[in-house]
């Protein structure tokens, strides 16, 4: 290929600025000879030609092929309704096609098990294409794909065509989608979440489920294509598993979308307690600290010291005293509290048994009661003597207090039961000086003391729980008594029990996926075998894992998660009631198995922006648009044909360059140029005259 090129000898725009002043100075001289300023200009010019150094250019080497990249979807969508043999199908035919047209054919593909982000696979698949060679792209996929296509349009110079493979008229398809779900919520009260029911080709209403933690919670006629939102109590803390989940369609390309999964955690606000202490003692103040020293608990504290039938012998005016609000607390507001203890307290006759029996049906609807007893507890004025009460208590007096030191000690439950397992050993912790002997009717027994003697007794008592702490001599431990002992930590997880954290369950499952991808499974129990553990993956498939054990009361085992998403783990507990848990990497929800309808939608605009053309291939043997090679310029695209514009790229092996104007033709010809005018302003042989 010859042409002629320039390599300036000077910059361009010094160049002008000479060229200008040069013809400036010519146009003086323009009164005095009009045939010297000619020639003056034509030297300027000359001299211009001369420093822009115009030269003939003779390439020699090769025409390259031009590159046709066909980007193949690969996602899980695909799979769905043969799509994935008609896309593979479409992109051998395509490829010979265009082998034949004699195009260099680069096939890439694209899409994962969770997304097909086609603006990441256009900016990675092409980032070893020689632009300049590159001549259309081709697109097969369903059409489902992201990225943000307007921006990547708006960097492409050639044509997108578009073979969206599977039938759109044909396809059925029902799904749920969240538009929205809070993150957290408050325990005691609802959240609301919204839903939409998406069925193309169906109007009305359809039957979906709700459930709760894997149980149903409610079914309601919800309208299709309509936001909907449902309303969901939270009646205790932890990971809420929520579902909406509807009927499948008969024929529809997968159910895995009929049901949208969402996790919230429900956290208390206030822990309301209501602490109530009879005898006065050391152990009360330690109560007080700590509940005090827990911003997040609203402590109301009584302590009642005169009998009911005590007349006093001061005026009323006179005492610093109130009457205890028994009607108030034990009628009116005992649900309002979480947790009640009794801390040292007898029986006055300021309660009556009617509020016993309150105090007991607040325990089998969910509430917790907390006993700290002392020496008073093995007297008449005890609270085992209340019949009213007494049905609830996992312990009973079986003699009066020994006075003897003692070292609290974990029990073979103990070592496995959360509230005590990991707070060390109790060889370091000091001795206890009072226990009050007791007959364990149910429960478990945590913490012993002398010859086994239970010492902390633990027992759920219908939808509630209570706890039984054998001794009032706690308070040795804060106060360092013989080395001292865990005393706060202890009082905190009985505490937390009480309320039913999840953390301190004694059955209790949970899951934690790491940065490198993998789900650390943690199982807690108190018996010396778990059954396996089913987790389901957020494409909903399942995988068994066995678990080890790894300390006492702890079993573990690690699975792979490197597909983000939302991982749910089931497994039964002793009762052969479910266990779930909850471990969420990355987003909760795929956008593969949320959308799987073939569509055109997204990918007609991104192609007509770049002058390309999209087809519909309903069968694996249908027919594919021509393929017409175009020249640069022309209409890439029309009506069942695809356009592939010529690049006339070729690869360079030599180059050869001979200048046009050397130095010797151009000072001689701005020389000559100047001599004549300086001739014709001179005029001898008129001047002679």
């Known amino acids: 290929m010859t042409g002629l090129s320039l390599s300036p000898l000077l910059p361009i725009p010094f160049i002008l600025i000479l060229t200008v002043l040069g013809l400036a100075a010519a146009a003086f001289r323009i009164r005095i000879s009009r045939a010297g300023f000619i020639f003056r200009t034509l030297a300027v010019l000359a001299g211009a030609a001369f420093l822009l150094s115009p030269q003939w250019r003779h390439t020699e080497g090769e025409d390259v092929q031009d590159i046709a990249v066909i980007l193949e979807d690969q996602s899980r969508s695909l799979e769905f309704g043969g799509r994935d043999e008609i896309a593979q199908s479409a992109a051998d035919r395509l490829a010979e ?27 990675e698949g092409l980032a070893d294409i020689p632009r300049r060679r590159l001549s259309a792209i081709t697109v097969i996929s369903d059409g489902q794909v992201q990225g943000d296509l307007e921006i990547a349009a708006s960097r492409l110079d050639v044509p997108v065509h578009s073979l969206v493979t599977g039938n759109p008229g044909a396809e059925r398809d029902r ?13 005691g009260e609802t959240v609301e979440l919204v839903f939409r029911i998406v069925s193309p080709g169906e109007t009305g209403t359809l039957t979906a489920t709700l459930s ?12 299709i294509d309509e936001d909907v939102t449902l309303t969901v109590p939270l009646h205790r803390p932890g990971d809420r598993l929520i579902e909406l989940a509807l009927e499948p369609l008969p024929g529809e390309l997968t159910p895995l979308n009929n049901r949208a999964v969402t996790a919230l955690t429900a956290v208390r606000d206030r822990l309301r307690v209501l602490l109530v202490s009879g005898e006065p003692h050391a152990g009360e103040r330690v109560w007080r600290n700590i509940l005090k020293s827990d911003p997040a608990v609203d402590l109301v504290h009584f302590t009642i010291l005169k009998p009911a039938e005590k007349v006093p012998v001061a005026r009323e005016e006179d005492l610093n005293l109130i009457q205890f609000p028994h009607v108030e607390l034990f009628l009116e507001k005992l649900p309002d509290f979480d947790v009640l203890i009794f801390d040292r307290y007898t029986y006055r006759g300021v309660l009556q048994a009617f509020e016993f029996e309150q105090i007991a049906r607040y325990v089998e609807r969910g509430g917790a009661v907390l006993i700290a007893a002392g020496p008073e507890f093995a007297e008449r004025g005890s609270l085992a003597n209340r019949p009213n009460l007494d049905y609830i208590l996992p312990a009973t007096p079986s003699g009066a207090a020994q006075e003897n030191a003692f070292l609290p ?3 073979e439950t103990g070592l496995r039961h959360p509230v005590t397992r990991t707070l060390g050993s109790s060889r370091d912790w ?14 478990d027994v945590l913490m012993t003391g002398t010859n086994d003697q239970p010492l902390l007794v633990v027992d759920r008592v219908g939808d509630g729980r209570i706890a039984m702490l054998l001794s009032d001599h706690i308070w040795l431990w804060a106060r360092d008594f013989d080395g001292g002992g865990p005393h706060r930590e202890l009082l905190r997880r009985l505490v937390h029990w009480l309320m039913q954290e999840p953390e301190l369950e004694e059955e209790a499952l949970t899951g934690h996926i790491t940065p490198e991808g993998v789900l650390e499974i943690t199982r807690q129990s108190l018996g010396d075998e778990v059954p396996a553990v089913t987790i389901i993956t957020p494409e909903g498939d399942e995988e068994t894992v066995t678990l080890n054990a790894s300390s006492p009361g702890e079993f573990t085992a690690t699975a792979d998660a ?3 998403g939302l991982y749910r783990l089931e497994t039964l507990d002793p009762d052969g009631d479910v266990l779930f848990a909850l471990a969420s990497s990355g987003e909760e929800h795929i956008a593969e198995i949320d959308a799987v309808t073939t569509t055109t939608d997204i990918l007609a605009p991104f192609s007509e922006a770049t002058g390309g053309s999209i087809t519909t291939l309903t069968s694996a043997s249908g027919t594919l648009p021509n393929i017409r090679r175009v020249a640069p310029g022309r209409e890439t695209s029309g009506t069942r044909w695809m356009g592939f514009p010529r690049r006339n790229t070729m690869q360079i092996e030599a180059v050869r360059i001979r200048p046009i104007l050397t130095p010797w033709i151009g000072f001689g010809l701005m020389g000559g140029l100047l001599l004549l005018a300086w001739l014709l302003e001179g005029q001898p042989w008129r001047r002679n005259h």
């Open 97 to 123: 096609t265009l082998t034949d047209q004699g195009l260099d054919v680069r096939r890439i593909g694209f899409g994962s098990r969770t997304e097909t982000n086609l603006a990441n696979a256009l900016t």
């Open 175 to 187: 799904r749920v989608e969240i538009v929205s779900a809070p993150r957290f919520g408050v325990v």
């Open 212 to 223: 709760v933690d894997g149980e149903p919670y409610t079914t309601a006629d919800l309208a």
């Open 409 to 411: 000690t974990q029990s």
């Open 430 to 443: 000091g001795r206890w000086l009072r226990l009050l002997p007791a007959q364990v009717r149910r429960g």
């Open 562 to 564: 490197s597909l983000p």
